[in-house]
């Protein structure tokens, strides 16, 4: 087993530095790729968790950065992200796994988080052949009805043109253009139009996204084999009350039922 630092571009022809976790053996393997949340990325316990499980139980995983951060090389700045942009740079992240040599071709699966749930659930509907299982985490599914975005929504916002968020790696500045953007979307809608397995998890505890979202979108999913979990005792990112390793396995367990 190895992880790889790996970078590739995104439609604007920025580097995006990711990491590629391979399990033992020759291959080829099925993959997954991982889309993080809203001033998420490579650096969050919960995603390196993930991807470690998928690598120890046969499967590639690819988890990357859309901006830059400290101590990262992402050249995207995160102030002019927007859903539109990790949306196009999901599919080329699909195009740079596929391209790995020891990665099985058309046996792909993808997951994201959060404002991460909406990118994959907005390219799900896309219909992408090459992708064969779903798994949503905690997904913003009623865009500017969440702890993080609905700030957006304020007149002031609108009017200085840009918010800021403090984080634990420093205050994150994100253009009102953002809000305007993931505006246009209609998540519910587009889930009708997925064509292949999906499993939505949410924690009943959530403190950023109401779990309620996810219990409107399972609806939308029209394809047979759907299903909802909703997680006791979780918060946004599985942290508490050891939820964490029973979102982990429910990933796991889909992809191992749909991508082997």
């Given amino acids: 087993m190895r992880i790889e630092k790996i ?5 604007d022809g920025k580097r995006l530095v990711g990491l590629v976790y391979v399990p033992e053996g020759k291959g080829p393997f099925p993959a997954v790729v991982l889309i993080h949340g809203l001033t998420g990325g490579i650096h969050e316990i919960k995603n390196r968790y993930m991807c470690d ?15 830059d951060k400290p101590n990262n090389l992402s050249e995207p700045k995160i102030e002019n992200t927007n859903v539109t942009q990790q949306v196009k740079t999901t599919k080329l992240a699909i195009d740079f796994v596929e391209s790995l040599p020891y990665v099985e071709k058309n046996k ?6 959060s404002l991460g749930g909406m990118t994959v ?18 997904a913003v599914s009623q865009f500017g009805n969440s702890k993080a975005i609905e700030q957006f929504g304020k007149e002031e916002v609108r009017k200085k043109g840009y918010i800021q968020l403090e984080k634990d790696w420093g205050n994150v500045h994100i253009n009102y253009s953002f809000y305007e953007d993931g ?21 009943d505890e959530d403190e950023s996204v109401d779990f309620r979202q996810s219990e409107e979108l399972i609806k939308h999913i029209k394809v047979k084999d759907n299903k909802l979990e909703i997680i006791k005792g979780a918060d946004h990112c599985y942290y508490n009350k050891g939820t964490l390793y029973i979102a982990a396995e429910l990933m796991l367990d889909w992809f191992n039922k749909f991508l082997k």
């Fill in 108 to 113: 792909i699966g993808l997951t994201g988080h």
């Fill in 183 to 203: 505006k246009k979307y209609n998540v519910y809608k587009e889930a009708e139009k997925i064509a292949f397995p999906t499993l939505i998890f949410h924690g």
């Fill in 53 to 67: 499980m998928l690598m120890n139980n046969g499967f590639v995983a690819l988890q990357f950065d859309f901006y």
């Fill in 7 to 11: 970078s590739f571009k995104n439609s």
């Fill in 121 to 138: 659930v907005i390219y799900a509907a896309s219909k992408d052949s090459r992708i064969k299982a779903l798994v949503v985490q905690s």
